[in-house]
């Protein structure tokens, strides 16, 4: 043991050898990330050519915030307790010897001090360079990010009610988000005030974690509150009387899964959408400053929640979202369900979750437009008919079935992974997704520069689409076989997977090909349909239950 | 009521069949060549100190585990080729519990009602207001006895064919134990219910079950009925002739402790042997009785014997 | 009908219960016609194997004291014995035995041992001479 090498032999010594024991690891792949993104950086000044440019820069952003969030989460200095029931300050740090508001101030100085330099380092060396942000503003901004990471580390060690700590979190969010356009509004009113509200803001934060952290000592937060418990009651007596039972296994397993993830994909997007983008926009329309047009407003809505859909994917196969992913809970793993009848819950839940996502996107969609305006979207000369307006909803049906099966596919992909348990592969996913990505992205760029290179892929590729969809169909068939005969699948199961394969890929076809014929271009029909039959995931699902398997009789 | 009624145990077919399993974590020897079987209508008590393998058994037996070498049979099925059919008809309590503490009591009761049709509804009512539990609370809220009691009801209340219990009066206070072992006595009470258990509260085993298996560092070192177990070992005091000088070794026994002339040993085999191998080292048997089989764990697991 | 099961003690549980009764029927504290409680009952009470009370049952319905008859329960029975006097002796001869072999490794002489029994013989007179 290292502690005494440290010299600090304090408690605030012992405090922050510990952050760094645990976290070393993670702090050297920030750094990596971080010395990644200055890297992009400077290739992209140093001679990379204009749109290549833009990638690296973009690939510069996402490290660096990659990188800084997950340094803030290190910082945040949080743990399951024993029982990992809540996710909050360190228990046993409760009971050394240790005055509260150190153990407030060590997290919270030094989370803070790292916190503001990396992100002022970043914005003063790296930025500049990256694109023509004026960050003039570079004080404001560092004390909001400041004031919001103290505000976030009180919140997250005193409040240990989940639901209740995400709300307020989100309003914690959207006010220094508020705070943070301050400075843009007209200069007529004082310019004191502004910074008079941000300091009020930061110097509450560190009071509200001292009282909240010694309220936690002194276990008044303990047990169930009476709110939950007359949650609960209520709860309760609203079950007795309605369905009592569940009508199937499968049922109860769906049930499941929907209370432990089901709203996960639902909810914080229908959060950020429903509440956070409205807001954001009412304020910028209040404050003066011009709103995005509409039509940026629902390009975004279209790309946020699949590239939510694709993080969260990640951990579809938990059945536990407080469980690490190599844990197969035991009473799941002694109900008698096949390992097919597990995957097909995760599967339906995914799939309700989807379309209760692009539900709420609807709805967060005329809510935005309602308060931007439609501006020149519905211009065209086909709704001023009559039945035009109905001809465009219609229309929307397909693409938003469209969009739930790519966001289904999305979280569904690649589920076996996960359901394996073991940690090797779990750890593995990560970089396999990020080669295939790089691996496209390449494929893409030399297509693009190299013209003998595209003419060449182009000729063969309806032979490699085939070629990879027979590949694909073999491995899916083998699957199916080993696990009917291994009695991890039931033959219905197998019905449901290939037939909602089929269905999906004749779907997505026949919507290729009236798209293709309206923008006349028929070749483009038979890449576009067999690109859908070989990314729908079939191979995926027929792999799950074995992967299940593996990982339930071991 | 005939007594009859109850089925004579080694007449009976074998609910668990294990016959030549092992299994290696690693380079270590978890099992090491166990055969057990468990009639039908029988209660069968593992015993062992901690890190025998009983866990691992029982673990075999849900098809957590697969076999490395050997055969698990449970019902005439292999739980790892056909789970449902295996425990579909099998009540299972771990030793940690492990039950979602996020669920209420209602919801867990309901969630795992779904998945056996043989559920009781009546009983189940009824078990839990034995177990005094409110079915409102949250499941991480309980305590240990009331953890405990919530998995056991939720095995119990199908009636299960089979039941398997790790550990379940670890932790527990001695009320809590006390409804335990009624509420499994209950359950082998009604025809064809068979038990297999592992604890360390010997004297709960010695009551309840009637075949004991004993495991020591991976391998069967006892099985059999539990008044046979019991009745092949014997507890004496030798008294010798001359003070020995150091701890006499006599052999057959399991342990030997004392001081000056007289020694008691815990000996495996029957009164002459014990007497025969006493003469040989020239001490006589002053006063013997029956061991308990916490006894003849604790000296065969090599501690000294009382 | 209360019984103290000790696990501690040499005797298997079933033999246990087999000489409570004894004692009991003995001591008059069980007369003939009482009602003893159906195996599954007792065994839940005592918290013990079905399998143990009814082999208890079994061997008490052997020496005769009691009864079991479908659908009525089981009883007391009347102390009419079927055993000829020569099988009773041989059934007494081993309790002789045990009790000898303990007065000899205690080195109580013969006669201790006559006037002992004389005296536990007169102590379980029933309640109602006291």
């Given amino acids: ?554 | 009521m005939n007594p009859m009624k109850f089925p004579s145990p080694s007449s009976a077919e074998a609910v668990i069949a294990v016959s030549g399993l092992s299994r290696h974590f690693g380079p270590k020897l978890a099992l090491d060549d166990v055969s057990v079987f468990v009639p039908r209508g029988s209660v069968m008590g593992l015993v062992g100190e901690n890190g025998a393998g009983k866990t691992t058994l029982i673990k075999h037996l849900l098809g957590s585990l697969q076999a490395q070498t050997g055969r698990v049979r449970v019902f005439g099925l292999d739980p790892v080729l056909d789970p449902v059919g295996v425990l579909g008809r099998v009540g299972y309590l771990s030793e940690r519990r492990d039950l979602p503490g996020w669920m209420r009591v209602d919801e867990y009761m309901r969630y795992t009602q779904a998945f056996y049709p043989g559920w009781d509804e009546a009983y189940a009512g009824q078990l839990l207001e034995q177990f005094r539990l409110d079915p409102a609370q949250k499941i991480k809220t309980l305590s240990q006895g009331q953890q405990a009691k919530m998995g056991l009801l939720t095995s119990l209340a199908y009636r299960p064919e089979l039941l398997i219990l790790d550990e379940p009066s670890s932790g527990l206070d001695p009320v809590v134990r006390r409804d335990i072992l009624e509420a499994i006595i209950r359950l082998v009470a009604e025809e064809g219910r068979t038990v297999l258990f592992s604890s360390h509260l010997l004297d709960e085993v010695e009551r309840v079950a009637d075949h004991v298996i004993m495991l020591q560092r991976g391998r069967v070192v006892l099985n059999g009925r539990t008044e046979e177990v019991r009745g092949g070992h014997i507890s004496a005091v030798l008294a010798f002739a001359e003070t020995p000088v150091k701890a006499p070794v006599v052999d057959g026994a399991y342990a030997v402790a004392g001081y000056g002339s007289e020694w008691r040993v815990l000996f495996g085999g029957t009164r002459l042997e014990l007497e025969a191998a006493a003469a040989l080292i020239g001490a006589r048997v002053v006063e013997e009785r029956t061991p308990t089989l916490d006894e003849i764990m604790v000296a065969r697991a090599g501690g000294k014997g009382s | 009908m209360q019984f103290q099961i000790s696990v501690q003690n040499g005797a298997p549980i079933y033999q246990q219960i087999v000489e409570q009764v004894k004692l009991l029927v003995a001591g008059g504290r069980l007369k003939a016609g009482d009602d003893v409680p159906p195996i599954r009952v007792l065994a839940e009470q005592l918290r013990i194997n079905p399998n143990t009370v009814a082999r208890a049952y079994l061997e008490l319905e052997r020496a005769g004291l009691i009864t079991m008859r479908q659908g009525f329960g089981t009883t007391v029975a009347q102390m009419k014995s079927p055993l000829s006097p020569k099988e009773k002796l041989k059934i007494l001869a081993r309790s002789a035995d045990a009790l000898l072999a303990d007065a000899r490794h205690l080195n109580v002489p013969l006669e201790e041992v006559i006037k002992l029994l004389r005296e536990r013989e007169a102590s379980m007179q029933p309640e109602s001479t006291q």
């Fill in chain 1, 1 to 554: 043991m290292n502690i005494g090498r440290l010299g600090w032999r304090t408690p605030t010594g012992a405090m922050l050898w510990e952050i760094w024991g645990r976290y070393k690891v993670s702090f050297l792949w920030q750094g990596v990330a971080l010395a990644a993104s200055a890297f992009f950086v400077y290739w992209k000044t140093h001679g990379a050519s204009e749109s290549f440019g833009d990638l690296l820069g973009v690939a510069s952003l996402c490290c660096f915030l990659g990188a800084y969030l997950h340094l803030m989460v290190c910082f945040g200095y949080m743990e399951f307790d024993a029982r990992r029931v809540q996710l909050g300050f360190p228990g046993r740090l409760l009971l050394k010897p240790v005055s509260t508001a150190r153990l407030v101030l060590v997290p919270m100085v030094f989370g803070g001090a790292v916190v503001v330099t990396i992100f002022a380092l970043w914005t003063g060396l790296v930025l500049p360079h990256l694109s023509a942000i004026n960050v003039s503003n570079l004080l404001w901004i560092s004390t909001v990010l400041l004031s919001l990471f103290w505000w976030m580390q009180a919140l997250e060690w005193s409040l240990p009610l989940l639901k209740v700590r995400s709300v307020v979190l989100l309003m914690v969010v959207v006010i220094h988000l508020l705070v943070l356009v301050l400075p843009q509004m007209p200069a007529n009113i004082a310019s004191g005030w502004q910074w008079r509200i941000l300091a009020a803001l930061l110097a509450s934060a560190v009071p509200a974690a001292w009282i909240g952290l010694k309220l936690m000592r002194q276990g008044r937060w303990e047990g169930p509150s009476q709110i939950s418990m007359l949650w609960s009651r209520l709860r309760l007596e609203r079950a007795r009387g309605a369905r009592k039972k569940f009508g199937s296994a499968f049922g109860a397993q769906f049930w499941l899964e929907w209370r432990r993830q089901g709203l996960v994909l639902p909810g914080v997007w229908g959060g950020i959408a429903l509440l956070v983008f409205p807001v954001l926009l009412t304020g910028f329309k209040w404050v003066g400053v011009g709103t995005p047009p509409p039509e940026a407003i629902l390009v975004i809505m279209l790309v946020l929640p699949l590239a939510l859909s694709v993080v969260w994917g990640f951990a579809l196969a938990k059945f536990d979202l407080f469980h690490s992913m190599s844990e197969l809970p035991v009473y799941i793993a002694v109900r008698p369900m096949t390992n097919g009848g597990f995957v097909m819950a995760k599967l339906v839940m995914a799939l309700a979750a989807s379309a209760l996502t692009w539900l709420l996107t609807v709805a967060a969609a005329c809510f935005c437009l309602a308060i931007v305006g439609t501006g020149t979207l519905f211009s065209k000369a086909e709704l001023v008919t009559p039945l035009g307006p109905v001809a465009y909803m219609t229309g929307c049906v397909p693409v938003l079935l469209l969009l739930v099966i790519w966001t289904w596919k999305n979280l569904v992909a690649g589920i076996g992974a996960g359901l394996t348990g073991r940690s090797w592969i779990i750890r593995l996913i990560p970089v396999w997704r990020s080669t295939l990505l790089l691996g496209l992205f390449a494929l893409v760029v030399a297509a693009r520069t190299y013209v003998n290179f595209r003419e060449t892929l182009l000729h063969w590729l309806t032979g490699i689409l085939i070629v990879c969809l027979t590949a694909k169909i073999a491995v899916a068939i083998i699957a199916f076989v080993l696990g009917l005969r291994r009695n991890a699948i039931t033959a219905r199961a197998v019905g449901w997977m290939v037939g909602g394969w089929l269905g999906c890929g004749l779907f997505v076809a026949g919507f290729a090909g009236h798209v293709c014929h309206e923008i006349n271009k028929p070749g483009l029909w038979m890449w576009v349909a067999l690109g859908g039959l070989l990314v729908l995931p079939l191979a995926d699902l027929a792999i799950a239950p074995l992967a299940l398997a593996w990982n339930r009789h071991r």
